[in-house]
């Protein structure tokens, strides 16, 4: 009997792991290499507990073009390069504010549509990720953001288009919940304990590249280029095609790749409400979840978009992309020092934020003050002298975003080493932010004043470190014992 129970405990544990939502997966702490916590299945198959113990035993590595072909790092750069080519240049649009000429409010909608379908669609996304696998669904994913872009075309083509616009906002909800799982899937099986980190970073800084070079593509054509991007997307479409079945995949350890199972939509639901009452310290992380997508509105809307030519608009993109990918490499660098304690670094993470935070709003506040939505008439152009300190405004703002994901994510994973416990972790973040996004963009929309939403912007950010505080002081511990461990 008790053996029959301990199988069963295995199993349950096996099926589960953490998904990812938007930017980046769980983080030190998330053990779901496919050692002992990976249970999992092939692409688009089933199998048990059993397949996870047995990817404990080492295998030779491939060699030659296989030897290349099966790298986890060679596999982690064709994921990144779907998301270069799917969210990066989806982030890249969005970034111009309204994708540059689209119309403010039916952006802010589309946005708002996107986000508040998201929020629903992530939570069922595992389970058919569980189904046909992460490369299908990472296909699937992808198509979203083709039609989006493509709904900016018919847009500039076509003004009386924007219930189009939100429309393919709706469907990009849904497949950015598909494409996320399945990133998330990948990415968080492909390294070993102590390859989490880097294959983050690698993840990271492709993913953003497609926001960096969009905005010089941008830059460049002076947006004469919808029809460039749409072609670019596409490409991303089919990458997932030529990417390695996981079954295959041999790690850096000799160790077998098992991509762990997502947990079912009804067993997510529940295991939420099972996790905030077994472990409710993750209530005040809450605030930080909820304003992790929050700050978008009013830096690419009310900032980027309101003041700026297009020209501007689009160099201002670039940088704050390229500044993403400095903000993400320094604050994972701080977090993953081995050479300091766990609790050090959390502490040290969160100092660092609190820091950004208040130099990037009361910098921000010398701005918002000098303009509201009726007062702005003239574009400021990028030969102009105003235009200096303000670019490089958006780039701490660039660097605060990536550094604020990044810690989030790394909150979760130094809470536990559970994938069940993660998975809902991870499940509450997905939630909130996009609840938020959702949220503000429609605020946006209703034409709330900008000081308003920059003030909300600041208060949320700040709420969200001080609730985290305590948290830190009592579930960071420089080791995990068992029974935060376990869900």
């Not at 990009?172 to 598909?178: E, F, N, P, S, V």
């Not at 294959?199 to 926001?211: A, E, K, T, V």
Request: a positive charge.
């Amino acid at each position: 009997m008790f053996e029959r129970a301990r199988r069963a405990k295995e199993a349950e544990l096996y099926a589960m792991t953490p998904s990812a939502s938007g930017s980046g997966a769980s983080a030190e702490g998330s053990r779901v290499d496919g050692g002992a916590y990976g249970g999992g299945y092939g692409e688009g198959s089933h199998s048990d507990g059993m397949s996870a113990i047995h990817s404990l035993d080492t295998h030779p590595q491939y060699r030659g073009f296989k030897g290349v072909y099966y790298n986890p790092v060679v596999q982690v750069f064709f994921l990144g390069f779907v998301c270069f080519m799917g969210p990066g240049l989806f982030n890249a649009l969005t970034g111009l504010g309204g994708g540059g000429q689209l119309d403010s409010t039916t952006n802010s909608n589309a946005n708002s549509a996107l986000y508040a379908t998201f929020a629903v669609a992530a939570f069922f996304a595992g389970s058919i990720n569980n189904v046909l696998g992460s490369r299908l669904t990472l296909l699937l994913g992808s198509t979203g953001y083709a039609l989006y872009i493509g709904s900016y075309l018919a847009y500039n083509i076509h003004r009386d288009a924007g219930g189009f616009v939100i429309g393919a906002g709706v469907v990009l909800g849904i497949c950015a919940g598909l494409l996320w799982t399945a990133q998330g899937s990948l990415m968080l099986a492909y390294p070993t304990e102590g390859q989490k980190g880097m294959f983050i970073g690698i993840f990271w800084s492709i993913f953003n590249l497609g926001g960096v070079v969009g905005a010089a593509v941008s830059l460049g054509n002076n947006f004469d280029n919808t029809i460039g991007f749409l072609v670019l997307t596409g490409i991303g479409v089919l990458i997932p095609l030529l990417m390695a079945d996981p079954r295959k995949m041999i790690r850096s350890d000799g160790t077998r790749v098992i991509t762990p199972r997502h947990p079912s939509w009804r067993t997510e639901f529940y295991g939420l409400w099972y996790t905030l009452r077994t472990d409710p310290f993750i209530i005040l992380l809450f605030p930080m979840f909820f304003a992790s997508n929050w700050f978008y509105t009013w830096q690419f809307s009310d900032y980027n978009g309101a003041l700026f030519t297009i020209r501007a608009r689009a160099l201002n993109n670039l940088v704050y992309w390229l500044s993403q990918i400095v903000g993400s490499v320094s604050i994972g660098f701080l977090l993953d020092q081995r050479g300091l304690s766990r609790r050090f670094r959390a502490f040290s993470g969160w100092c660092v934020l609190f820091f950004m935070v208040f130099v990037v709003h009361v910098w921000g506040l010398f701005y918002q003050r000098e303009y509201t939505r009726g007062t702005v008439s003239h574009k400021i152009d990028i030969h102009e002298k105003a235009y200096v300190s303000r670019l490089w405004f958006y780039i701490f703002c660039g660097l605060l975003d990536a550094m604020w994901q990044t810690t989030a994510y790394w909150f979760m994973g130094a809470m536990s080493n559970d994938p069940a416990k993660l998975a809902n972790f991870s499940g509450f973040y997905k939630s909130l932010q996009s609840a938020g996004a959702a949220g503000i963009w429609r605020a946006d929309a209703v034409k709330l004043p900008f000081m308003n939403i920059f003030i909300s912007t600041w208060v949320l950010l700040v709420a969200g470190l001080v609730f985290a505080l305590p948290m830190i002081h009592m579930r960071v511990k420089d080791t995990t014992d068992e029974f935060d461990d376990t869900l």
